[in-house]
């Protein structure tokens, strides 16, 4: 089967660092996703991690162990606007984006 | 360069009708994605279309749903007789040609309500 675990909500203060965790199990595995969506908006794309290790963007980084089927996504110095979901989503072996989503984690900073 | 463009926003139909929703795709993407976004539920795989071509349609419900990707023209997604059940965020994405791993670009997605 497949299946995509991660937290429903988190909360975190402006500045701080958020980990947000994700398990996966699919049928094949060509990549690990996070995207971010605000609230009745489209799902933009964060990052991409294929291989082991960590993958630093900015202020974001992204994490996959591919034995343990895990990943996360880290945010540093949190913002305002970073209030949003984060969306976790694997790829299996097709060769193109039939990506399996988790249900998204809520995230909220506050003052 | 425009991004992933889905016309209507919002569609409010009563059961029985058909709904049609539209996928304009980023400039010179030529793969169109659809998803569905139920309530409290995470994004769901529909269809993947190339241009005049299904490539995967497994995401599909086996009845009422239909997708195209003309030469000419946005992708249509058409779901006939809807129901309650029908009721969902269905979100459109682009890509293009090529890369595997290149990222997906998505629509601000088309509400659709059932009444």
């Known amino acids: 089967g497949q299946n995509i675990d991660q937290p429903t909500e988190m909360t975190a203060t402006e500045g701080a660092i958020v980990q947000i965790n994700c398990t996966y199990q699919t049928s094949g595995f060509n990549g690990l996703f996070w995207y971010q969506q605000h609230a009745g908006e489209a799902p933009t794309f964060l990052s991409y991690?294929?291989?082991?290790g960590l993958e630093e963007k900015g202020r974001f980084s992204s994490f996959l162990s591919r034995s343990k089927g895990y990943s996360y996504l880290l945010l540093k110095e949190l913002q305002m606007k970073d209030s949003a979901s984060y969306l976790c989503?694997?790829?299996?072996?097709?060769?193109?984006?039939?990506?399996?989503f988790g249900t998204g984690t809520r995230l909220l900073v506050s003052p | 360069n425009a991004g992933v463009m889905q016309n209507p926003r919002h569609l409010v139909r009563r059961r029985g009708q058909e709904a049609r929703l539209r996928c304009s795709p980023m400039k010179g993407h030529s793969h169109v994605y659809w998803y569905r976004q139920l309530p409290e539920e995470g994004l769901k795989f529909m269809v993947y279309?190339?241009?005049?071509?299904?490539?995967?349609e497994s995401g599909m419900p086996k009845e009422r749903f239909s997708a195209e990707f003309p030469k000419e023209g946005p992708s249509i997604l058409r779901i006939q007789q809807v129901v309650r059940g029908d009721s969902a965020a269905y979100f459109c994405?682009?890509?293009?040609?090529?890369?595997?791993?290149?990222?997906?670009?998505f629509g601000s997605g088309t509400q659709l309500s059932v009444l």
């Open positions: 989503a694997a790829r299996g072996n097709t060769g193109f984006q039939k990506l399996v």
């Open positions: 994405a682009s890509s293009p040609p090529g890369q595997a791993n290149e990222k997906l670009f």
């Open positions: 991690n294929v291989l082991d």
């Open positions: 279309l190339q241009k005049e071509n299904i490539i995967d």
